[in-house]
């Protein structure tokens, strides 16, 4: 007579006879090491954007500027504008514009270039976001190379020599790009000699130490990275698929439409760098000794166009 409270015996093998693939996919898969941690996104990827967002902002108030001045704010209705005869390109410096005169809450001058003012304040709320998460960089160690003076320097060469080339002979980047404004300081702001001081401080702290800061961590340290698995901090820096080492340049290139040929150069360049020392540092450092040169360059022989 068996016990009612004894286990069938085809109980006992179902639960014995667990195979080991089974017991394996039930452990639960070990999560990788994050390089930047949980807030990785706000250390690596948040500066640059808003970096972005903030450049982009500028232009866009700078056009508003422009449209008001032109008295193309209030648009007619479309039948309207069909009907209207074309009327000659307006010269927004024959504009007289009382000196006094503001726009956006009164907080810019209109009859000024809104550039110089909003760098300045893009340059400054960047700078305070980077102070403010600037720890999160020194989780990767830093690490620098004679390789980073020697990519600094040369690219310095490589960038000026292929834009000049594009833009007297070959003229791709014209076709590409209607390209940056020629913004002269000591001319724009001749009437403000303390604010001009200011912008040309702010001008080169972005030019040297802060985007090449927030660009090569954001391109080096997110974008390849991200581009191999879209969870990205796991995946170990200076490490990445085909596609992974390519991004960069893409993105050089589609960043600066205006100088491709430059572009497609320093970039790889940097890569390869990058790719031989593991370092993103020597990144950072190759990059700030570029832009160091060309700011010396722009303002030395005065060729606004790279600003």
């Given at each position: 007579m068996?016990d009612e409270?004894s286990?069938?015996p085809s109980?006992?093998?179902s639960?014995?006879?667990?195979t080991?693939?089974?017991?394996?996919s039930?452990v639960?898969?070990?999560r990788k090491?994050?390089?930047?941690g949980k807030?990785a996104f706000?250390i690596?990827?948040f500066?640059?954007i808003?970096?972005l967002?903030?450049m982009?902002?500028g232009?866009?108030?700078?056009?508003m500027?422009?449209s008001?001045?032109?008295?193309?704010?209030?648009?007619?209705h479309?039948?309207e504008?069909?009907n209207?005869p074309p009327?000659?390109?307006i010269d927004i410096?024959?504009i007289?514009v009382?000196?006094?005169?503001?726009?956006?809450l009164g907080?810019l001058?209109?009859?000024?270039?809104?550039?110089?003012y909003?760098?300045v304040?893009?340059?400054a709320?960047?700078?305070?976001?980077?102070?403010l998460?600037?720890w999160g960089y020194?989780?990767?160690p830093?690490?620098v190379?004679?390789?980073?003076v020697?990519?600094?320097?040369v690219g310095?060469?490589v960038?000026?020599g292929?834009t000049?080339l594009?833009?007297?002979?070959?003229?791709?980047g014209?076709?590409?790009?209607?390209g940056r404004?020629?913004?002269?300081?000591?001319?724009?702001?001749?009437?403000?000699p303390?604010f001009?001081?200011k912008f040309?401080?702010f001008?080169f702290l972005?030019l040297v130490i802060?985007?090449?800061?927030i660009?090569?961590?954001f391109?080096?340290?997110f974008?390849?990275?991200?581009?191999?698995?879209?969870?990205w901090d796991?995946?170990?820096?200076a490490?990445a698929?085909q596609l992974?080492?390519?991004s960069?340049?893409?993105y050089?290139?589609?960043?600066?439409?205006t100088?491709?040929?430059a572009a497609l150069?320093?970039?790889?360049?940097?890569?390869w760098?990058?790719?031989?020392?593991?370092s993103i540092?020597?990144c950072?450092i190759a990059h700030s000794?570029?832009n160091?040169?060309?700011g010396?360059?722009?303002?030395?022989?005065?060729?606004?166009?790279?600003?």
């Open positions: 068996n409270n286990v069938p109980d006992l093998d639960t014995n006879d667990a080991p693939e089974a017991a394996v039930q639960p898969k070990e090491p994050r390089v930047f807030f706000w690596v990827v500066p640059f808003y970096y967002v903030g982009q902002c232009s866009y108030l700078e056009s500027r422009v008001f001045l032109k008295g193309e704010l209030d648009q007619p479309h039948d504008e069909a209207r009327q000659e390109e410096d024959s007289e009382d000196p006094d005169a503001t726009f956006l907080l001058p209109l009859g000024k270039n809104s550039y110089p909003t760098y304040f893009n340059v709320v960047t700078t305070a976001i980077v102070l998460v600037g020194f989780k990767v830093f690490r190379s004679i390789w980073s020697i990519v600094g320097v310095i060469v960038w000026v292929l000049e594009d833009r007297n002979f070959i003229h791709l014209e076709s590409l790009s209607s404004e020629a913004f002269n300081p000591f001319v724009a702001l001749k009437d403000e303390s001009l001081r040309l401080i001008r972005g802060i985007v090449p800061l660009e090569e961590f391109v080096r340290g974008l390849i990275r991200y581009v191999d698995d879209p969870d796991e995946q170990p820096l490490e698929k992974g080492w390519l960069p340049t893409i050089g290139v589609v960043a600066h439409m100088e491709p040929f150069a320093w970039f790889s360049m940097v890569t760098m990058y790719k031989k020392t593991g540092w020597d950072v000794i570029t160091l040169l060309l010396i360059i722009v303002v030395k022989y005065g060729l606004w166009y790279y600003w």
